[in-house]
């Protein structure tokens, strides 16, 4: 949602920190009939505000795919994926840089698959994690995984992976693709994308643990969808970053109806943190530099939606509390609270993005134990977007009677919610294949069922 390459669209982001700079990597299109040939360098001093610095490989021989970049003791490499002429998508390809910022190819460290009877054959990047003086790799494929004395050769190994109670990923789509590998309070903790995996048809970011470097990894439990929880490919991916001992985790993030649609952000650096209920993304401090001056206060705004007599049955029309303005580009900092709950009369509300007079985004949360994000038009539920709920990261479950702070990131029509801080979801409120997200005007209260409040809300500029 924050930084844009000036020109261009970026994709499959990896971040370095190095003496104190970050070092944003993706692939890049120059335009869009181009071809992925190139990578694409953004650095930022505190890891919120991010400039462009342009293309650091350009015009490549071979097709570029996504890249890690990590340090050795003979300087920094990038592998990525790529294709082998026969057009496979079964090779890893390396550079090498002393500075980060001019890279030279090393064709004699190709690295091509050995598996040959898994269905697609696939290797592509490779997380990198290190200790003392042995590499770990793990890179996209079903034969994917790595080690090295030096982090220059590579000798590669079955995963040792165990995916039940669930299907493994599709393999004729892809398989699963994996973000990063990092060690984190004991644990060793590997994030596994794809599609199709577990219930859900949009793009997933998916945990497993272990408690060594080589497995056997296994899903973590109810956390185990760590981030890209809508069923629309909005946000993706998840590769980690180490500074001053937080682990960050970033993404990319459209601004179009779904997969490749709209341009591509890189959306705020949020921060691994692990609870008894497992792996979490949680607002990282360094974030606060994004407030801006205070645009304005509201002490109170309420709706109160219908009572049904059904048991557990929401409304379909929705309740919209006055409205006060809301620039293109803000945060919001406010107090929530569902009205308290009987063990029918359960509560379901939350807040209300408008688009214009009409029609906008309701974020609902609901005390029955998943959030909701509507599309409304003059009061009514014309579609559910979005269901937040169990075994997905996120705080889902709203007591009645129980004040939650909310924090609201919005720019144009991709917005950001969290909740005491935990990450609950990244939206946009494009609707179609041919849409691109369109700015808020303005936020209230919306309730579905019973009542609903917001206090104490403070309006900011957004920072950039």
Known sequence: MLYKAGKGRIKDNCILVHDGIYYMFSIYWKHPEDELRHVWLATSKDGVHFEDYGCVIEDFKDIIWAMNVYETDDGFYMNHGSFTEAGEQKVLKFWHSDDLYHWEYRPELDLVSCDADWGITRLDCMGVLREKDQ????ATGQFGFMTSDDGIHWEQHPYNIDF??????CPYIGGFEIGDCFYFEGKYYLLCGGHAHAGSKGYGMWSYVSDTPSGPFK???????LCGNSDRWILNWARS?????VTLIGNFVYDGYSFEF??????ILKAFAVNEYGPYLKWWERNNLLYGDLVSETDKLEARGEETNALLRESQTCAISELVPLPAWAVVDMTVELEENTWVGYSAGGIYLAEDDHSGTAIIFDAYGKSDILYVKDGKVEAVEDTVTFGQAAPIRFLGGVPYKVRLLVRDGMYEVYVNDEHLQTFNNARNESDISRPFIAMGAVSRRRGFTMTDIKIYGLNL
């Open 135 to 138: 590499y770990y790799g793990y």
């Open 164 to 169: 039940s109670p669930f299907h493994p990923y």
């Open 219 to 225: 899903p973590v439990f109810p956390n185990y969808k």
């Open 241 to 245: 970053c180490q500074h001053d001992g």
């Open 262 to 267: 709209g341009n591509t952000y890189l959306p």
